[in-house]
C-alpha cells in the first residue's frame, strides 16, 4: 500500500490523512510548524509527528502538502526526495510549483470545506487530480477512488475557476449565512429559523438550475419591498451588499 | 374541520393548501385571476375554482390570500365577509393590510421556499402566526401545527426583519450559486461539481454558527488569491461583487 508524509495538519490534512489511513494507506508521518497540531493529528492517525522539515521520514512514495499555499514551495524546497511524488491539494496553485524540486509531481484537490471536527463522507466528493506524468496521474487518481466515487483529471488552468466557483458557493454563501444570521440577532429571533429554508435552497439546485429557481423580490422587480428591506438594514455595508446583489438579479433576468 | 378558501394559486398556495387538505382541513375552492393556474390548482385538489373575486365562495370560514403582496387589500376589498377570518401568507405585509375590510384578521407565515412541482416536507417548517385577536391567534397555531411542529406567535414589526434574512439565506445564496454556476460553465465544467460542496456549506451551519465556520481567502487576508480570482472573473460587475463580499468577510474579523 502507499506509504505516505502528510505535509501539514490544517483541516484537509486532517480529514484526508484519516480517509486515506481508514482505506489501508499507510500514514508514515505528519508535519506540521505547529506543535498543537502536530500532537492532535499525530493522536488521531497513531503515527509520529514532527515539526521540523529535515526530520522529515525519508520512505514515503507520496508527500502530499496540504499548508497554506505560499507555504507550499518553501516546504518542498526543504525536503530532498527528488525521486517521490510531490503532491498539493491546493485549488489555486499551479502544478508548476513543484518545478525544479522534485521529478514527479501531482494535484490531489478534493473540491470540499473541512472541519478538523467534523466527518466528511468523502464518497460523493469530487476529486480533480493532474500530474506531470501519466503514470503518477494514475496513480493518484486510483489513490482518490480508494475514498470517492467522483474522481477527474484537471488541468491547473482550469482547476483556478473550480476554486473561484467554490469561493463562490462556499465561503461567499456562508458569509450571506452570517449576514442574515446577524439581522435576525438584533432583533433576539433565532437562527434556527433559517435552517429549514438553507437545507431547501441547497436542495433545490440538485434538481432545479439556481438560475431557474431564482425567487424573492429582486427577480419580481418588487421595488417597495426592496427600498423597505434597505431601511431596515442598519449597517450601511450591509446596504450597499443588498442594493449590489438586487442588481446583480437584476441584470440577470 | 375548518372550511377554507385560497385567494392566490401560485407556489405557496399550492404548497399549502394541498397538505392542509391532506391534514384534513376542507379546502371548498381556489380562486385564481391566472384561469391556467386556477385549473392547476383545482386538478390537484380536487375542488372547484375560479377566476373572478365575487364568485368567491362564501361558505368559508377562514380566508387565506397567498397572491402578490400589493394584490392581498384588493382582493380582501372585493370579499364581503366581514365576520370570517381573513389571513395573508407574506412575510412582508403587516396584518393591518385587512384594517377596514374585516373584523378578524391574522398572518401565517411559513419561512420556507416553495415551488408548485416540488414537494415540502413541512413538518420543520417554522410557521409564524399573527392575529387581531386571541381566539384566531390559537385557531391558527392549532390549524399550523396540523402541518407543523415548529410555530410560534410573532409581531408583524418582527416577521418583517425575518424576511429580510430570509431574502439573505435563500434568495442572495441562491443567485450566489446561480454565478458559480456561470463561471463554471464558461470553462465548460458542470455545475454537479458544486453540489456535495453546497450540501455540506449548509449542513454545516446546522452545527456551527455561519461566523465560526467561515473559511476562504477572504477570511484569511489572502490578498494573492483574491486578486488573482478578480482578474479571473471576466464581468466587470461580478468583480465588483467579489470585492464587495470579501470586504464585508474582512469587516466581520
Known amino acids: 500500500m502507499n506509504k505516505i508524509v502528510f505535509i501539514g495538519a490544517g483541516n484537509l490534512a486532517t480529514r484526508l490523512s484519516i480517509a486515506l489511513q481508514q482505506c489501508g494507506c499507510e500514514i508514515l508521518q505528519i ?3 505547529t506543535e498543537e497540531s502536530a500532537v492532535a493529528l499525530s493522536k488521531k492517525l497513531n503515527v509520529p509527528y514532527t ?6 521520514n525519508s520512505e514515503a512514495e507520496i ?9 507550499i514551495r518553501d516546504c518542498a524546497i526543504k525536503i530532498k526526495k527528488r525521486e517521490s511524488l510531490f503532491v498539493h491539494t491546493s485549488g489555486s496553485v499551479p502544478l508548476s510549483v513543484f518545478d525544479g524540486i522534485s521529478i514527479r509531481s501531482g494535484v490531489l484537490y478534493p473540491l470540499q470545506t473541512f472541519s478538523k ?3 466528511i463522507d468523502f464518497e460523493k466528493v ?10 503518477d496521474e494514475q496513480l493518484l487518481c486510483n489513490l482518490s477512488r480508494m475514498i470517492s466515487q467522483n474522481v477527474h483529471v484537471l488541468s491547473s488552468e482550469k482547476r483556478q475557476y473550480l476554486h473561484l466557483s467554490a469561493v ?3 465561503n461567499f454563501v456562508n ?10 440577532q438584533e432583533q433576539s429571533l433565532s437562527f434556527e429559523y433559517l435552517i429549514p429554508l438553507i437545507e431547501e435552497t441547497a436542495e433545490k439546485v440538485k434538481t432545479l438550475s439556481p438560475h431557474d429557481s431564482q425567487t424573492g423580490p429582486a427577480v419580481r422587480y418588487d421595488v ?4 423597505k428591506h434597505i431601511r431596515l438594514l442598519t449597517d450601511e455595508k450591509n446596504k450597499k451588499l443588498y442594493n449590489l446583489l438586487t442588481q446583480s438579479i437584476f441584470n440577470n433576468f
Open 31 to 33: 508535519y506540521s510548524r
Open 51 to 56: 515539526t521540523f522539515l529535515d526530520k522529515i
Open 63 to 71: 508527500y502530499i502538502f496540504s499548508v497554506n499555499d505560499y507555504a
Open 117 to 119: 471536527e467534523k466527518n
Open 126 to 135: 469530487p476529486f480533480f487530480i493532474e500530474s506531470n506524468n501519466r503514470k
Open 168 to 170: 463562490f458557493a462556499c
Open 175 to 184: 458569509h450571506i449565512y452570517d449576514l442574515s444570521a446577524q439581522i435576525l
Open 224 to 227: 417597495p419591498t426592496i427600498r
